[in-house]
Every structure is written in C-alpha cells, then in structure tokens.
C-alpha cells in the first residue's frame, strides 16, 4: 500500500507543477504523510509549513492571490481539514485558485469511533469548483495523472476560477517503504484563465460613444499592464473613473479621481452611461450611489457570471473580460465633450482640499514634504502611509475600515502599488497569515494595514510571520476594539444592548508585549513624521502600533461627514451617500 501511495502522490504532484503548480502549504499531521513526503520530494514545487490550518489556509490564499497561480494545501484528517474552511470560503466568492488536498481515512474507519475522522465527503459544500473522493486503489497512475490535470484546470481555467478540494483516504502503512519513485509528468501542460472577449460586447460599449459616462471599479486583481489599459479606455472615453483601492487603478492619473466619493449626487454629475467593474464596491456612499444613480445605460461587466449587486438595476450585463473588452473598445471611442470630465476633476479636487482641511496633516495634496499638524487618527494615517510607502512594497488591506478608508482617504499624488484586498466574503479573519502568503509569492516587501481585532484574530499568523524570513509589516491603527460598530444604529441603542461588551469590546492587549512574545520587532508611532519613517524601507516582521484616540476619531469622522453636506449642495439629488458615516455599514 506503502509504495502505492507514494507512486500515485508522486503522478500528482508531478502532473501539478507542469500545469503551473509552484507551491504546497503544507500542515503537519500522520495521515498526510504520503501527500506531505511526495510533495517534499517533487523537484519544481516550494514547501511552505504552517503548524495552523487556518492559517495555513489563508497563508494560501495570499498567495494565489498575489501570484495568480493556483497554490495546494496538504493536511490531515478530522477538524484539521474544517480550519480551511474560512480561507476555502474567501477564495470561493473572491475567484481565487486553491487546490485543497485534505487526507482522510479509509471508508472502513468512518462511522467506527476512529480518531481524528469526520465526515469530509464535500466539506466545503457549495464552496468549491470541484470535489473529488479519491479510490482507496491506487494502483492507477494514469488516473492521478488526470486528476492533477484537471484539478488545476478546474481551479484556474474556467471564466470563475476558485478552491477545488480532493479527499484523499490513506490506508496504513503511511510512511515510505523503499526509494520515493521519481516520475516524469505525461499530461499536464502549463493552465492559464480563461478570458473571454465577445464582439456583440464590444460593440455594446462602443456604441455609446460620445455620451456622458461614468465608470465605477471595485477590487480587480490585474497587473500593470491590464490598469493601463483600463485607464486608457477611460481617457479614449472621456468618463471619470470611481475606484476602489484594490482596484489596481488608483494612483495612475486622470481620468482616475482621488475624493470623487465626496461629490457623488451632485446633479450636475449625473451620468448617462454608468459602467461597473470588478467586485462589488468598499464603500457604502459608492453603493447607495450605484443603487439609486438614473443613467439610462447601465452595464455591469461580470465575466464570472455572478451578477454580484444586490440592487439588480442593470440594463445590461456582460460577460466578456473586462481587460480584454475595455482593450477591444478603445480605439472605437469618441469621447465626451472635455467639460465632464473636467467638471469631476473640479468637485473632486475642492471635496478632497476640505478633506485636507479637517485631517490637517501638511501638504497631502502636492508634492511637498509630509509635515506634521494633525491628529494621527485613522483617515491622516492612510494618507501619509500611502504617500510614504516606496511604490515597489504592495499594500494588504483589511476588511472593515481599513479598505474603506484606503479608499476614502487615498491622497492625490500617491503613486500607484498593488493593493490586495480580501472582498470575497469581507471577513476580518487571516488578515496576517493572507498578508504573509503575499509576502512569500511575491518575494518582496509587503506592508498590511490591519486592525487592532484583525491582529489579535490572526495572532496564529504573527508568530508565523515571524518565523518565515519575509519581509512584513503590520500597522495597526489601535482604537482598543471594534470601532466601525461605533458607524452602526446600534451604538445609539441605550444600556440594553449592552454596546461596549457586545460589540466595542475593548480589549486592553498590550502589542508590544504580543509582537516581542511572538519574535516580531515593534514600534510606536504617534505622528506623521514617526509613520512616515516607520513604513519605508522596513525589513523583517514588523509591528507598526498607531494608538487611536477613538472619541477623537469618532469625532473627526462626524466632522468628515458634515463637509458632505458642503460638498454637494444645493444641486444634490438622490438620497444621502455619506462617504464617513455609511462607509461601515456595509458588512
């Protein structure tokens, strides 16, 4: 059985790296020893060990995120292979490629009291491309040979690409009895996405040419040369771009607007074309715009054919990608009459000098130095950081107020850098270890903005990261609890609901002592000047604490909202899309 085993897992993993496959997060445990040893003597693949398989699992996900490659988990049977379950979930609604190998015991052990076994028949249900229940006979090579084949193709080819999981039973004995056998691949060929590009499509777009049109664009995972093109179809157009943070588009000029939330409503902005892109948006202010904008052509390009807005206001949705379709259309643009653009630019740039007025954090707006003179609160933070930040370290932003606010508060003048960004399922968990895998599949500097809850529900990935040799730092922006609950009706609700136990949760954990007890280095920053120096050219795991005054920030952000009220009077129309106040109520 032994030798079996260890035939069939070398196929695999063979027949994995010639379809592209560079990696195996791998979590130690007995009944994967064939898959483990296997995968450790496959010439081509990079072994990555996370004692945790949560955080393993989103170790992986950072990766294939960052690298676009599908990456493999390797585990072992019973709750070990439910800790993947967050991760899987996350990769499933964000397309993300994971190739989940869980190892299982035979079907004459399940239902018998054997130790470490659940039922991991379909485990992640509706989660996942593809299951497969891999035979107890191993004595099929070729049959290995195509399953690595078409896991990979499952997990990346298709318009929706996603986790796939394979359930492997081991019969005992596990470890190697002989020589681990090399094995040359037969089939696999190098995978890659598929991007569809239809001309009915193209058409489409280009036929509203020459009329007022806006773009909204949520989190993209494109490389440079996708953002480019994107931008230049947007210029050909003549219509402003509105974009999230993990667009890939912000940063990279005109017609890409930095405070174009602030002035959302104004009548005299209104779109007659309104384009969407990407994920669904960050922001609140931008959704209830989306939702109630009047634009008599309304086109959602959703390739994974999802229809991913719950408003369901679409004239028109398409399927084509929307690299390749913006491409195809760009030459066959007439663009606007120069005023629209021209007059977003205009409500964008005052909107955003308010901004500056009320953060008081120097010259956010040119090219001068950082300088000093406000309180370092959440919205100063994202402003210098991504001004500081060389252009090469990509950025991991947190779910809850971190994206938003890197998307609020994303100054002009702030090169463009990879931002990632979990928006899946928009959950605060494996904020770290995702951090981390993008770290490791990148190779370079990567620095996460992480919440103070977030940290503390990934401390499994700190002592990681500081185990793994990347270069990774963690600020933190620390308001003693969960602050964005503060944004919600609830936080006015009286003594019944009990606020700061149920939902604040002020914590009292002492970082310094958390990021020293782990391995981590750490500082304390408490102006622009200490952020400024603290994030560029950092190396190893560092722990970047920011505290936050969280009455004062509260108070900022009311301030924040009331120059809403400035900025889109009196010609506003529609109801309220307050880029502050409801940028937390969308989960």
Known sequence: MSDLAYRATMRFWAELVACGVTDVVVSPGSRSTPLAVAARNQAGLRITVQMDERVGGFCALGMAKASGRPVALVCTSGTAAANYLPAVVEAHHAGVPLIVCTADRPPELRDAGAGQTIDQVKLYGNHTRWYAEIPCDLDQPDYFARLAVRAATMALAGPDPGPVHLNWPFRKPLEPLGPIPQVEPALGRPVVPVRPLLELEVEKVSGLAGRRGLMVVGALNVDDAGAATIVEFAGAAGWPVVADAGSQLRGRGLPVLDGAEWVLGRAELNPDVLVRIGGPPSNQAVIDFVE????????????????????????????????????????????????????????????????????????????????????????????????????????????????????????????????????????????????????????????????????????????????????????????????????????????????????????????????????????????????????????????????????????????????????????????????????????
């Open 292 to 587: 109630s904008c009047g634009a008599a052509h309304r086109l959602l390009v959703d390739p994974r054919r999802r229809w991913e807005d719950p408003s369901f206001g679409w004239t028109a949705v398409l399927a084509s990608d929307p690299v390749r379709l913006l491409g195809a259309a760009t030459e066959r643009m007439i663009p606007v009459d120069p005023s629209w653009v021209r007059a977003w630019v205009e409500a964008a740039d005052e909107a955003w000098g308010r901004v500056e007025s009320v953060l008081g954090g120097g010259d956010l707006l040119g090219d001068g130095d950082l300088l000093g003179g406000g309180d370092l609160l959440e919205p100063l933070l994202l402003a210098t950081m991504l001004r500081a930040l060389p252009p090469e370290v990509a950025l991991y932003v947190s779910s809850s107020m971190p994206v938003r606010d890197a998307t609020s508060f994303w100054p002009p003048g702030a090169p463009p850098r990879r931002v990632l960004v979990n928006r899946g399922a928009n959950g605060i968990d494996g904020m770290v270890s995702s951090a981390l895998g993008a770290a490791l599949a990148l190779g370079r500097p990567v620095t996460a903005l992480v919440g103070d809850i977030a940290l503390l529900h990934d401390i499994g990935g700190l002592l990681a990261a500081s185990r793994s040799g990347a270069d990774l730092t963690l600020v933190v922006p620390n308001n003693n609890g969960g602050g964005i609950f503060s944004l919600l009706p609830v936080a006015g609700g009286g003594p019944q609901v009990h606020f700061e136990e149920l939902f604040h949760t002020p914590h009292g954990v002492d970082l310094q002592a958390l990021a020293v007890g782990v391995g981590a280095a750490y500082r304390r920053v408490e102006n622009v000047d200490e952020l400024a120096g603290a994030v560029d050219g950092v190396t190893g795991v560092t722990l970047v604490e920011v505290p936050i005054d969280h009455g004062a920030a509260m108070s900022q952000r009311r301030q924040l909202a009331g120059l809403w009220e400035v900025t889109t009077s009196p010609t506003s129309s529609g109801p309220p899309h307050h880029p502050v106040q409801l940028a937390g109520w969308q989960g």
